[in-house]
């Protein structure tokens, strides 16, 4: 587990491909109680260690996750996250060279949590919801396009099926039809950026994500 930043109230951890962040039906032990364990140890917590989720990404996705280590910092951030003022931004590898270099993407998503795969959907399909993404060209290669990508909603699956829906889908993400799938068994998105005002001491947070290798190869 790699620490990006910590303090008394929150804990930024850079989450590699593969990870939960939190429980799910698979029993595989999420990020959650890892940090639960690391902060018991690393401060000698008797008893039982408190770890809110902030915000979640998909489990082949990598990149910065927020945790907060007391109720009072939770709450304020999931009121941040609500009024849009934890602000994210994605870097990601498409397929291809897209036609423009910087767009806005809008479109209907609707989940099928059965095959856990969002479609896109017409405005008046059940439970569709409205997700919007902005996007532009960092580099191109011979084969792929770096993106950075930055959310107005926050839709499960959002970028795979929006970038998907434009013939680009992700390196590595099958599911959204890619070609081949990548050596670690993610996808090339990364959680690149997040910056946010800390919910306690009202200080400015701005982290980056390390560049893996693969992405590295582009600037």
């Known amino acids: 587990m790699e620490v990006i930043y910590e303090d008394n109230h929150i804990i930024v951890i850079n989450k590699v491909?593969?990870?939960?962040?939190?429980?799910?039906?698979?029993?595989?032990?999420?990020l959650s109680e890892i940090i639960k364990k690391y902060i018991k140890e690393k401060y000698c917590k008797p008893g039982n260690v408190f770890c809110g989720v902030v915000h979640r990404i998909d489990r082949p996705v990598s990149g910065l996750v927020v945790f907060a280590k007391t109720s009072k910092a939770l709450t304020r951030l999931n009121d941040m996250l609500r009024k849009g003022e934890l602000h994210k931004t994605y870097w990601a590898l498409v397929q291809g060279h897209l036609e423009k270099e910087e767009d806005t993407l809008k479109n209907f998503l609707v989940s099928d949590g059965r095959i856990n795969k969002t479609f896109i959907a017409d405005c008046n399909a059940k439970d569709a919801k409205e997700s919007i993404l902005k996007y532009r060209t960092i580099a191109k290669g011979d084969r792929y396009t770096l993106l950075e990508i930055n959310l107005i909603t926050g839709r499960k699956h959002q970028i795979r099926a929006q970038l998907s829906n434009i013939g680009h889908p992700i390196k590595g993400d099958l599911k959204y039809g890619a070609r081949r799938s990548n050596p670690d068994g993610g996808i090339s998105l990364l959680a690149r950026h997040i910056e946010f005002i800390h919910p306690v001491s009202k200080?400015?947070?701005?982290?980056?994500?390390?560049?893996?290798s693969e992405f590295q190869k582009f600037i």
């Open 17 to 30: 491909p593969g990870e939960i962040v939190q429980g799910d039906k698979t029993g595989d032990t999420p």
């Open 203 to 212: 200080k400015e947070i701005s982290l980056d994500a390390p560049l893996p």
